[in-house]
């Protein structure tokens, strides 16, 4: 039983606020805020009469702490879940040390200005140090570990699918199949078609800026980098056939390699069409994937963030979008002496998804797990002081509610596995 307020009304927001409505128990009553006050109201409308949370809304703009402030200690929640952008990580981690409340988030953080010579600093000197080059990484969350601890708060760390039930799925595969995992393999496939030549399932910067980076992957205590796109396996996906993958750097191996003791080599695949990386090709090409300003016609403007402005909004695209998604991971180890390879994996289809809750199955994908971590942690079920990513809870409670709410997982004991 609680109080929550959940910063954004987004895509994602908005799967994870209709979750938390189907869970009324936890959540008793929920603020929907972010700067655009009537998209939340929107959304209040929408579900108020359908669930016996109690919906309220608010305006903040969080990237301002003091705001963020104010908000939390007249609403008073008992958590905040951060699912507006990576870019506000830090200010919404701040204002709840500030008011003693638990944080949840979806995404690690990232500098909304990567120019910033202060930040760029930092960042060049990680570059060298650890050897990848994404502008995400935990370092900046993980570095609140000893003031969560102290004020006795937990701040919950990728809780969506990819980081997120991707973590939990190699923490019970850990539990419940091996005695050592040697390695992950992290297959993120989308089958669905919004029939768009061009279109992002979630938000297009924050997107076409992971897709577009160098690879990487982990292997023998250190990274590897590869150029963007460089590794492509083919693999045939259960429930979805046969696609291209290719191996990205992803924010969970990150933690994974920190957290599954012994772990060799972790990689992270998704599935692009041919059009989609001609398009991004192009588009990067003549410098509209850009974050650095331009000057144009005497006004200021973020090539990527024009480019947003041009592309579908990704929430339109449930209603279109046919097909299946398949996400899971292949694990590889030992078991009493030995060998074995599992992959634990779910399915979602599109268009049940556009049924269920109005989004499509990215946005569901995301939305689910967030209500999830976020129950877990309300429910004091996952409540332990400190900055923590989700393998490091036991699984099995998530995995439970992954079933109930959503999320059906299936393990297969004899799957194809990945050159
Ligand atoms: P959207 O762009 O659809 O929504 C972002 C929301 O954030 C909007 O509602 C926006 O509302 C709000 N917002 C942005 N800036 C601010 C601000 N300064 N103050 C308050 N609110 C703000 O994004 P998605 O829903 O697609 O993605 C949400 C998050 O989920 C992202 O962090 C993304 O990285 C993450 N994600 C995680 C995945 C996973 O598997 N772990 C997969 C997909 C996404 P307004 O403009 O009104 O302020």
């Given at each position: 039983?609680?109080?929550?307020?959940?910063?954004?009304?987004?895509?994602?927001?908005?799967?994870?606020?209709?979750?938390?409505?189907?869970?009324?128990?936890?959540?008793?009553?929920?603020?929907?805020?972010?700067?655009?006050?009537?998209?939340?109201?929107?959304?209040?409308?929408?579900?108020?009469?359908?669930?016996?949370?109690?919906?309220?809304?608010?305006?903040?703009?969080?990237?301002?702490?003091?705001?963020?402030?104010?908000?939390?200690?007249?609403?008073?929640?008992?958590?905040?879940?951060?699912?507006?952008?990576?870019?506000?990580?830090?200010?919404?981690?701040?204002?709840?040390?500030?008011?003693?409340?638990?944080?949840?988030?979806?995404?690690?953080?990232?500098?909304?200005?990567?120019?910033?010579?202060?930040?760029?600093?930092?960042?060049?000197?990680?570059?060298?140090?650890?050897?990848?080059?994404?502008?995400?990484?935990?370092?900046?969350?993980?570095?609140?570990?000893?003031?969560?601890?102290?004020?006795?708060?937990?701040?919950?760390?990728?809780?969506?699918?990819?980081?997120?039930?991707?973590?939990?799925?190699?923490?019970?595969?850990?539990?419940?199949?091996?005695?050592?995992?040697?390695?992950?393999?992290?297959?993120?496939?989308?089958?669905?078609?919004?029939?768009?030549?061009?279109?992002?399932?979630?938000?297009?910067?924050?997107?076409?800026?992971?897709?577009?980076?160098?690879?990487?992957?982990?292997?023998?205590?250190?990274?590897?980098?590869?150029?963007?796109?460089?590794?492509?396996?083919?693999y045939d996906f259960p429930q979805v056939g046969e696609k291209d993958m290719y191996l990205l750097h992803h924010e969970e191996i990150e933690s994974l390699a920190k957290n599954i003791p012994g772990v060799k080599r972790i990689r992270f695949f998704m599935t692009f069409g041919q059009s989609y990386l001609t398009h991004m090709k192009?588009?990067?090409?003549?410098?509209?994937?850009?974050?650095?300003?331009?000057?144009?016609?005497?006004?200021?403007?973020?090539?990527?963030?024009?480019?947003?402005?041009?592309?579908?909004?990704?929430?339109?695209?449930?209603?279109?979008?046919?097909?299946?998604?398949?996400?899971?991971?292949?694990?590889?180890?030992?078991?009493?002496?030995?060998?074995k390879t599992i992959y634990i994996y779910n399915v979602c289809d599109h268009q049940e998804c556009y049924r269920e809750v109005g989004s499509q199955a990215i946005s569901y994908t995301t939305g689910v797990p967030a209500m999830i971590g976020t129950a877990l942690v309300m429910d004091k079920v996952w409540k332990k002081p400190g900055?923590?990513?989700?393998?490091?809870?036991?699984?099995?409670?998530?995995?439970?509610?992954?079933?109930?709410?959503?999320?059906?997982?299936?393990?297969?004991?004899?799957?194809?596995?990945?050159?």
């Amino acid at each position: 039983m609680g109080r929550l307020l959940i910063i954004g009304c987004g895509g994602v927001a908005s799967v994870a606020i209709h979750k938390c409505c189907q869970n009324s128990d936890t959540f008793t009553e929920i603020c929907i805020a972010s700067r655009t006050k009537s998209k939340c109201d929107a959304l209040k409308e929408k579900l108020e009469g359908t669930t016996k949370t109690v919906i309220t809304t608010a305006q903040v703009d969080a990237d301002n702490v003091e705001e963020l402030k104010a908000l939390i200690n007249s609403y008073k929640p008992q958590a905040v879940l951060n699912v507006a952008l990576p870019y506000q990580d830090l200010t919404i981690m701040d204002a709840c040390l500030a008011c003693g409340v638990d944080y949840i988030d979806t995404a690690n953080y990232e500098p909304e200005d990567t120019d910033d010579p202060e930040w760029r600093a930092i960042y060049e000197k990680r570059c060298k140090d650890e050897g990848f080059t994404a502008y995400f990484d935990y370092s900046w969350q993980w570095a609140y570990k000893e003031r969560f601890e102290k004020a006795g708060l937990t701040a919950l760390l990728g809780t969506g699918f990819d980081p997120g039930v991707t973590s939990v799925f190699s923490a019970y595969a850990l539990k419940h199949y091996f005695d050592e995992i040697e390695t992950i393999d992290i297959l993120d496939c989308n089958g669905g078609d919004h029939g768009y030549p061009f279109a992002t399932n979630f938000n297009p910067e924050i997107n076409l800026r992971e897709v577009s980076a160098n690879g990487s992957y982990w292997e023998n205590g250190h990274w590897v980098e590869t150029k963007p796109m460089e590794i492509k396996r083919v693999y045939d996906f259960p429930q979805v056939g046969e696609k291209d993958m290719y191996l990205l750097h992803h924010e969970e191996i990150e933690s994974l390699a920190k957290n599954i003791p012994g772990v060799k080599r972790i990689r992270f695949f998704m599935t692009f069409g041919q059009s989609y990386l001609t398009h991004m090709k192009c588009l990067e090409n003549v410098g509209m994937l850009s974050t650095s300003p331009i000057n144009f016609e005497g006004k200021e403007i973020v090539p990527i963030q024009f480019l947003k402005a041009l592309l579908p909004d990704p929430a339109s695209l449930g209603p279109r979008t046919v097909g299946k998604t398949n996400i899971g991971c292949i694990c590889t180890g030992t078991k009493d002496g030995k060998k074995k390879t599992i992959y634990i994996y779910n399915v979602c289809d599109h268009q049940e998804c556009y049924r269920e809750v109005g989004s499509q199955a990215i946005s569901y994908t995301t939305g689910v797990p967030a209500m999830i971590g976020t129950a877990l942690v309300m429910d004091k079920v996952w409540k332990k002081p400190g900055v923590f990513n989700v393998e490091e809870f036991d699984p099995d409670p998530y995995m439970d509610m992954l079933n109930r709410y959503g999320l059906p997982w299936v393990v297969d004991e004899n799957p194809q596995i990945v050159e």
